[in-house]
């Protein structure tokens, strides 16, 4: 089933390229809620609230910009574009945000203090609270993001997206056009990784 949606992601982007109009609204369709939910994450992140309008402004910018430059063509893994399209998202937020002079009113909050405290204990069992002293808090978040960045590129989308953004599978399911039990396939494999990478803090 992965194999299948990897291979038609991969297709649908090759298309795009070309200019295919059926096929640039299939990705829109596909993705448009993934790229909306990037941009509040992110934006949220740094403490920046917008409202609804704004952020279809940069949704709009976004898709527009991918369309007019023909970003797509430097998509490597392009049966990845649903982990370039967040992160890509999340640019497009923060330097909407640097235009309009909002970005810097806020720090971005740590993975520590965005993840639940049973999630956190479910990776590092060792941390039955959270940390109060902040620079032990800022060097676990440190580990614990280096930890996420040894994931592959959609293990590590799903897996920040129901730990740091606290969605449920069948919200990612949805946002990621997956079977709710592939998601929950990959966040249980994701937070084996996580233990085990993260192992010598328990």
């Known amino acids: ?18 200019k295919d109009l059926t096929a640039w609204a299939q990705l829109i369709k596909k993705y448009s809620r993934l790229i909306y939910v990037s941009i509040v994450n992110r934006l949220k992140a740094h403490g920046i609230s917008l409202s609804h309008h704004d952020i279809e402004d940069i949704r709009q910018n976004l898709l527009a910009g991918l369309w007019e430059g023909d970003k797509l063509q430097g998509v490597r893994n392009r049966a990845s574009i649903a982990y370039w399209l967040a992160i890509v998202s999340g640019n497009e937020a923060m330097e909407y945000a640097g235009s309009r002079r909002l970005y810097g009113a806020g720090q971005p909050a740590s993975a520590i ?5 049973d ?17 032990i808090k ?4 440190n580990r614990i993001e280096e930890a996420f960045e ?10 920040k997206l129901n730990l740091l953004y606290d ?22 494999r994701a937070k084996e990784k996580l233990r085990s990478e993260l192992k010598d803090l328990s």
């Open 167 to 188: 969605k449920k599978y069948h919200e990612i399911a949805d946002m990621l056009g997956m079977p709710p039990g592939t998601i929950s396939s990959y966040i249980k």
């Open 113 to 117: 203090e965005k993840m639940e405290q």
């Open 150 to 159: 040894t994931l592959p590129d959609k293990e590590r989308l799903i897996i």
């Open 138 to 141: 800022d060097e676990l978040s």
């Open 1 to 18: 089933m992965d194999k299948g949606t990897r291979a038609s992601d991969s297709e649908l982007v090759e298309r795009c390229i070309e």
């Open 119 to 135: 999630e956190l204990a479910e990776i590092v069992p060792s941390l039955a609270q959270k940390p109060s002293d902040a620079l």
